[in-house]
């Protein structure tokens, strides 16, 4: 079946950095948009980062632009997110997602289960 | 940038009928979808393109929309549909996925 999995997410101290990964199965990765999505603690859903299918093109939200970056290896059918100089304000549980679209946002259908980032000194 | 504006919370009986909406400037002329989200999990899509169930969603729960704004009903509301809601558009001017605050629904 269709599934999205998360990992590397942990504790980590102010300024460092981590690699997110999403591993995909059961579709074409190669052929789907794909996004990072979070979600801080008791808090609303926030866009972070898309890809096109190819990787080409990318978009960021502006509060973590030129610290976070999304990209992918269709070879592997995984998507990842390099997240640096890390802030408290990205604790969050970090979901990736699949976009029906091909070159541009439509829609997302499919969501993993989240991997949480905690940073903390 | 961009803004949805979406209530924080909607309360309404099992049986009867939950309407939440989300508002948003010229948002007439955006493709608006809603997302699901239980309690420790994942979110999920229950209405794009406005109006379209993805597979596997109860016709119970429709989009909709008017002037500028976009509504989700759930019809006939069950207990099991005590959840977070979002509504989330592409902002095609800066680029950016925009997601409304999210609307708590209670079933009392």
């Known amino acids: 079946q269709v599934q999205l999995v998360e990992s590397g997410g942990g504790v980590v101290q102010p300024g460092r950095s981590l690699r997110l990964s999403c591993a995909a199965s059961?579709?074409?990765?190669?052929?789907?948009?794909m996004h990072w999505v979070r979600q801080a603690p008791g808090k609303g859903l926030e866009w972070v980062a898309f890809?096109?299918?190819?990787?080409?093109?990318?978009f960021y939200s502006d509060s973590v632009k030129g610290r976070f970056t999304i990209s992918r290896d269709n070879s592997k059918n995984t998507l990842y997110l390099q997240v640096t100089s890390l802030r408290g304000e990205d604790t969050a549980a970090y979901y990736c997602?699949?976009?029906?679209?091909?070159?541009?946002?439509?829609?997302?259908?499919?969501w993993g289960k989240g991997t949480t980032v905690s940073v903390s000194s | 940038s961009y803004v949805l504006t979406q209530p924080p919370s909607v309360s309404v009986a099992p049986g009867q009928t939950a309407m939440i909406s989300c508002g948003g400037s010229?948002?007439?002329?955006?493709?608006v979808h809603w997302l699901q989200q239980k309690p420790g999990q994942a979110p999920v899509l229950v209405v794009h393109?406005?109006?379209d169930r993805p597979s596997g969603i109860p016709e119970r729960l429709s989009g909709s929309k008017s002037g500028n704004t976009a509504t989700l009903t759930i019809n006939r509301v069950e207990a099991g549909d005590e959840a977070d809601y979002f509504c989330?558009?592409?902002?095609?001017?800066?680029?950016?996925?925009?997601f409304g605050g999210g609307t708590k629904l209670t079933v009392l």
């Open positions: 997602a699949r976009d029906v679209g091909f070159t541009g946002p439509l829609y997302m259908d499919v």
């Open positions: 059961g579709f074409t990765f190669s052929s789907y948009a």
């Open positions: 890809t096109s299918y190819d990787g080409k093109k990318t």
């Open positions: 010229n948002i007439g002329s955006q493709s």
């Open positions: 393109d406005d109006t």
């Open positions: 989330q558009v592409w902002d095609t001017i800066g680029d950016h996925v925009v």
